[in-house]
């Protein structure tokens, strides 16, 4: 089992920043991919960025250029920097982790909200 809790989340107006933390723990050493997935209230969940253990991105279009995604701690611990925060960038916003066999995210955190206001 992998756990994963994330922090950051908040209210902020728009053009400005925050940055997401998801700290993994347990049986990490067969995870491959961290992502952070994010849901807003009446739409489908989207993966907005994910980062691979050879260090690989990738983003949703609306999001690049403004989001980063970095790992530390020897990969345990992800970061989602977003920057230039826009009113529908508003949504819950979850860390997701892959097994290297997996074709889908295996583990999920919590979500913490994110609300940037106009």
């Known amino acids: 089992q992998v756990q994963l809790v994330e922090s950051g989340g908040g209210l902020v107006q728009a053009g400005g920043s925050l940055r997401l933390s998801c700290a993994a723990s347990?049986?990490?050493?067969?995870?491959?991919?961290m992502g952070w997935y994010r849901q807003a209230p009446g739409k489908q969940r989207e993966l907005v960025a994910s980062i691979s253990n050879r260090g690989v991105t990738n983003y949703v279009d609306s999001v690049k250029g403004r989001f980063t995604i970095s790992r530390a701690n020897g990969k345990n611990t992800v970061y989602l920097q977003m920057n230039s925060l826009k009113p529908e960038d508003t949504a819950v916003y979850y860390c997701?982790?892959?097994?290297?066999?997996?074709?889908?995210?295996?583990?999920w955190g919590q979500g913490t909200q994110v609300t940037v206001s106009s």
């Open positions: 997701t982790a892959k097994l290297s066999w997996s074709l889908e995210y295996d583990y």
């Open positions: 347990g049986s990490t050493a067969n995870v491959n991919q």
